[in-house]
């Protein structure tokens, strides 16, 4: 097979986003926050069509701003109903980004009927058109796919966050409270990674859509999780995972003519559901062995 | 009876603890001496828990304040430190023994700054003295409880702090463990730190402590334990259970140590 420049792109795009939620989702998997994203990648939407609003395009730095801005009211809302009001943290999740994510439609039906911005391409998106969504500047300059561009600009600033503030992040994923004797500021820390949160997902709908960043999001880490119990592999693996993803989902699509973030949806759902059965039935077996003696 | 120390390490005035609006700590104002090792008791739900966290400000109090080495919280907090309860944290966090006690020299490394060979020494050495350095490389998830406490008591002593806070450190510890933390513990005060170690046994209390606190959410007592454990207050700490109290007295008398009569 000849280079293909298409397909490389496409991986190339596919792997960074993969490997930005997967960096994400291991800190947020440690902080049983999983579901969190979940939330955040939905209650984003008001912040989308507020931001697009105020922007007239779908382009704009303010969609991201103004999807940050509700990724972290998101976060807030859930903490208030949890720790304030007493709701358990699975049915304040609910009830938060189901409403959030509702009022954004309600916003989208009112006001953006005639523009090109609808729920369905915040939901899926579609990584295929991305070779012919270009980035043209003012002199008429192509200079290559828009979408790869935002996802190398997330990955930058998605691994320099994690880079500088690992030992925070790791040492208020386990125990927040021993951090905040000790002065490390978890709550800023915790919000600071809402906000990745939130700026990846919007930066990543339009190729894979929220539904699948919350896959990416959670699988990977989570398959990853099976294999290893140190953190140093663990953030590897999922890298690895994020990238093996990207082809097998890229190529699979094109032999069964599909989606493709659909496609590297399901393949990492295979690899956990495969790395579970092989995991779950050593770990029995280690069970027996232990029990003998 | 509340005895004040001076010159104190810590000192909290009129302070109350309310969750949901209900108070669970009421009026708490005593003073605690350095050096000393301080043993809060107090029944279940007396608020013990309580009282550590308002001091380390993990709670926040509906009234009074709170002063550590005579300053406010905020200045200070480098110099405490904190055990929490063993089950606040999952074990299964994907960490080595050294890992964890390695995080107890973050808050002085500041921002972006990363542990590197002396922060590593300071972990191996505050292992050595929890009798863990057989474990450094060994996962969190494989330890039993009581090593998983010591782990704990490590990460606390790598951070080198003047003031450590321990909530029922002795929880799930066997008994040889049991003296050799408190063994360490001492040595530890004989340096001049301050340790308060909320406990849940009044019997091995009675050996091991200078301090006591008394709790039932007002305060009992505060004062050397010479005199503050006498009958009268162990039973307005511990209400009317006089069934334990007679079990005290009676391993008081074996142990040739009366402090009822002081």
Same mark, same amino acid.
């Given at each position: 097979?000849?280079?293909?420049?298409?397909?490389?792109?496409?991986?190339?795009?596919?792997?960074?986003?993969?490997?930005?939620?997967?960096?994400?989702?291991?800190?947020?998997?440690?902080?049983?926050?999983?579901?969190?994203?979940?939330?955040?990648?939905?209650?984003?939407?008001?912040? %989308?069509?507020?931001?697009?609003?105020?922007?007239?395009?779908?382009?704009?730095?303010?969609?991201?701003?103004?999807?940050?801005?509700?990724?972290?009211?998101?976060?807030?809302?859930?903490?208030?109903?949890?720790?304030?009001?007493?709701?358990?943290?699975?049915? #304040?999740?609910?009830?938060?980004?189901?409403?959030?994510?509702?009022?954004?439609?309600?916003?989208?039906?009112?006001?953006?009927?005639?523009?090109?911005?609808?729920?369905?391409?915040?939901?899926?998106?579609?990584?295929?058109?991305?070779?012919?969504?270009?980035?043209?500047?003012?002199?008429?300059?192509?200079?290559?796919?828009?979408?790869?561009?935002?996802?190398?600009?997330?990955?930058?600033?998605?691994?320099?966050?994690?880079?500088?503030?690992?030992?925070?992040?790791?040492?208020? #994923?386990?125990?927040?409270?021993?951090?905040?004797?000790?002065?490390?500021?978890?709550?800023?820390?915790?919000?600071?990674?809402?906000?990745?949160?939130?700026?990846?997902?919007?930066?990543?709908?339009?190729?894979?859509?929220?539904?699948?960043?919350?896959?990416?999001?959670?699988?990977?880490?989570?398959?990853?999780?099976?294999?290893?119990?140190?953190?140093?592999?663990?953030?590897?693996?999922?890298?690895?995972?994020?990238?093996?993803? #990207?082809?097998?989902?890229?190529?699979?699509?094109?032999?069964?003519?599909?989606?493709?973030?659909?496609?590297?949806?399901?393949?990492?759902?295979?690899?956990?559901?495969?790395?579970?059965?092989?995991?779950?039935?050593?770990?029995?077996?280690?069970?027996?062995?232990?029990?003998? %003696? | 009876?509340?005895?004040?120390?001076?010159?104190?390490?810590?000192?909290?005035?009129?302070?109350?603890?309310?969750?949901?609006?209900?108070?669970?700590?009421?009026?708490?104002?005593?003073?605690?001496?350095?050096?000393?090792?301080?043993?809060?008791?107090?029944?279940?739900?007396?608020?013990?828990?309580?009282?550590?966290?308002?001091?380390?400000?993990?709670?926040?109090?509906?009234?009074?304040?709170?002063?550590?080495?005579?300053?406010?919280?905020?200045?200070?907090?480098?110099?405490?430190?904190?055990?929490?309860?063993?089950?606040?944290?999952?074990?299964?966090?994907?960490?080595?023994?050294?890992?964890?006690?390695?995080?107890?020299?973050?808050?002085?490394?500041?921002?972006?700054?990363?542990?590197?060979?002396?922060?590593?020494?300071?972990?191996?050495?505050?292992?050595?003295?929890?009798?863990?350095?057989?474990?450094?490389?060994?996962?969190?998830?494989?330890?039993?409880?009581?090593?998983?406490?010591?782990?704990?008591?490590?990460?606390?002593?790598?951070?080198?702090?003047?003031?450590?806070?321990?909530?029922?450190?002795?929880?799930?510890?066997?008994?040889?463990?049991?003296?050799?933390?408190?063994?360490?513990?001492?040595?530890?005060?004989?340096?001049?730190?301050?340790?308060?170690?909320?406990?849940?046994?009044?019997?091995?209390?009675?050996?091991?402590?200078?301090?006591?606190?008394?709790?039932?959410?007002?305060?009992?007592?505060?004062?050397?334990?010479?005199?503050?454990?006498?009958?009268?207050?162990?039973?307005?700490?511990?209400?009317?259970?006089?069934?334990?109290?007679?079990?005290?007295?009676?391993?008081?008398?074996?142990?040739?140590?009366?402090?009822?009569?002081?």
């Amino acid at each position: 097979m000849s280079f293909d420049q298409n397909a490389f792109l496409i991986i190339l795009t596919g792997s960074l986003i993969a490997i930005s939620c997967g960096l994400l989702g291991v800190f947020m998997m440690l902080r049983k926050m999983a579901m969190t994203g979940d939330a955040i990648s939905h209650a984003v939407l008001p912040g %989308i069509v507020i931001g697009f609003f105020v922007a007239g395009s779908q382009r704009g730095l303010e969609v991201i701003i103004g999807a940050g801005i509700l990724g972290i009211i998101a976060t807030l809302i859930i903490d208030w109903l949890r720790k304030k009001a007493r709701v358990q943290l699975d049915a #304040s999740i609910g009830i938060t980004f189901t409403l959030l994510f509702a009022i954004g439609i309600i916003l989208i039906n009112l006001f953006a009927y005639n523009v090109d911005l609808d729920q369905e391409c915040v939901l899926y998106g579609e990584i295929a058109y991305l070779p012919i969504d270009l980035w043209v500047t003012g002199s008429g300059t192509i200079l290559g796919p828009r979408i790869t561009y935002l996802a190398v600009l997330n990955f930058t600033l998605v691994a320099g966050f994690i880079y500088f503030f690992f030992k925070e992040l790791t040492l208020t #994923s386990f125990d927040e409270s021993f951090g905040s004797v000790m002065g490390i500021p978890s709550k800023g820390i915790n919000l600071a990674l809402m906000s990745m949160v939130s700026y990846t997902t919007v930066s990543s709908f339009e190729a894979v859509g929220a539904i699948l960043v919350v896959a990416l999001l959670v699988v990977p880490p989570a398959t990853a999780f099976l294999w290893t119990k140190n953190l140093m592999p663990l953030i590897k693996l999922t890298t690895i995972l994020g990238i093996g993803i #990207s082809i097998l989902g890229y190529y699979l699509a094109y032999l069964f003519d599909s989606s493709i973030a659909g496609m590297m949806v399901t393949v990492a759902g295979v690899l956990f559901l495969l790395s579970a059965l092989i995991k779950g039935r050593s770990s029995k077996s280690a069970g027996t062995s232990m029990a003998n %003696i | 009876m509340i005895i004040q120390a001076e010159s104190p390490v810590l000192e909290i005035h009129d302070m109350t603890v309310s969750y949901d609006q209900s108070p669970v700590l009421w009026n708490i104002d005593f003073t605690l001496p350095s050096g000393q090792l301080i043993g809060i008791l107090g029944p279940n739900g007396a608020g013990k828990s309580t009282l550590i966290k308002a001091i380390m400000g993990l709670v926040n109090p509906t009234g009074g304040y709170v002063k550590v080495f005579d300053k406010p919280l905020e200045e200070v907090r480098s110099r405490i430190s904190y055990v929490p309860q063993r089950e606040s944290v999952d074990w299964n966090f994907p960490a080595s023994v050294l890992d964890v006690v390695m995080m107890g020299t973050y808050g002085k490394l500041g921002l972006f700054k990363r542990p590197g060979k002396r922060e590593k020494e300071v972990a191996l050495a505050s292992l050595d003295q929890v009798g863990m350095s057989a474990f450094i490389n060994r996962q969190i998830s494989e330890l039993s409880g009581g090593q998983q406490q010591r782990v704990f008591i490590a990460r606390a002593l790598a951070q080198d702090a003047d003031l450590y806070l321990m909530d029922e450190p002795f929880a799930g510890v066997d008994i040889a463990t049991e003296a050799a933390i408190f063994e360490l513990l001492k040595k530890m005060a004989l340096e001049g730190k301050t340790v308060v170690v909320v406990h849940h046994d009044i019997y091995s209390a009675m050996t091991y402590f200078d301090w006591m606190i008394m709790l039932n959410l007002h305060l009992v007592a505060s004062g050397p334990k010479n005199q503050v454990v006498t009958e009268e207050l162990l039973r307005k700490t511990y209400g009317g259970k006089l069934n334990l109290l007679s079990k005290v007295s009676e391993l008081v008398r074996k142990q040739d140590f009366n402090p009822l009569e002081h």
